[in-house]
């Protein structure tokens, strides 16, 4: 088990250190997250294989801002999908948009059209 420290950003009560702990806790292999609004800190238990990517997406899905303690890490600042590299914010909507799985989504873009009578 690894310890992942994050700077969160945006949260001014303890209603939203419980937002960004549930957040946290909507990833799969964290264990136990302990979320801080006073210091703006983010403490999390994370299992092998949880990187800090998902982590501050699923703040960041949440409105709060967050990036890892320190600021140094480039491996959670930048995400790689199908070939594209995603920096930051814009990983978190992408992940937000299509889903942690990566697969597009199947939603329509306009109704059908129908053929003139």
Known sequence: MTT???QVTGMTCEHC???V???LLGVLG???PSVSYRDGKASVHVGDGVDSIALVAAIKAKGYGAQPAGG???AA???TRGGHR???AAQALRVAIIGSSGAPSSLPSA????APR
Not at 111 to 114: A, L, S, Y
């Open 111 to 114: 109704p059908p059209r129908t």
């Open 72 to 74: 140094g890490d480039t």
């Open 30 to 32: 964290v264990e136990r």
């Open 21 to 23: 702990e549930k957040a």
């Open 17 to 19: 250190a419980l937002t």
């Open 77 to 79: 600042a930048i995400g």
């Open 4 to 6: 992942v420290v994050l």
């Open 86 to 88: 995603f920096h930051g």
